[in-house]
């Protein structure tokens, strides 16, 4: 393609004026000491973030811990949890086992029974190995 003279013209023009001259003809009381203002709060940001000291992480509180581990005993009970249990299961232990197709068959059944039953006693928030231990939430050894 070819590009004429007065299009090179006026593109150097406005490369080399690093601003659009135009514009700055029309407002430059208010273009110039705005820009001054947005990169002297800018800099301000950045020196008031890199000076800040980095937060102590909050200690979880019982509450959290019993949220928590209820959540983790919901999801792994839920609809979703148990298929997602059976998915690994089934392509983890059914090709070793000596007739996979039973197992297959018999694996997805036998895992939600035993899913239903075992997460919400293993996740169990008032237990001593989730949030029953003698310094977070009390447990049975705790003194009153």
């Keep these: 393609a070819v590009v004429s ?10 490369v ?19 820009m001054k203002l947005l990169l002297t709060l800018c800099c301000l940001e950045v020196l008031s973030l890199s000076s800040a000291q980095p937060a102590a992480p909050a200690k979880p509180t019982c509450e959290d811990c019993h949220s928590l581990v209820s ?21 983890k232990v059914c090709p ?25 006693e293993y996740y169990n928030p008032e ?5 029953g231990q003698k310094d977070f939430c009390g447990g049975p050894d ?3």
């Design 5 to 14: 003279t007065q299009s090179k013209q006026w593109y150097q023009r406005r």
């Design 16 to 34: 080399s004026s690093g601003i659009n001259a135009e514009y700055m003809g029309t407002c430059p009381r208010l273009l110039l000491p705005t």
């Design 71 to 91: 959540a983790i005993s919901a999801f792994l009970t839920s609809q979703e949890g148990i298929a997602q249990q059976v998915d690994v299961l089934l392509s």
């Design 96 to 120: 070793k086992s000596s007739n996979s197709t039973e197992c297959v068959e018999g694996l997805p059944a036998f895992w939600t029974e035993i899913a239903q039953g075992l997460w919400p």
């Design 127 to 131: 237990a001593e190995w989730m949030c």
């Design 142 to 144: 705790a003194s009153p």
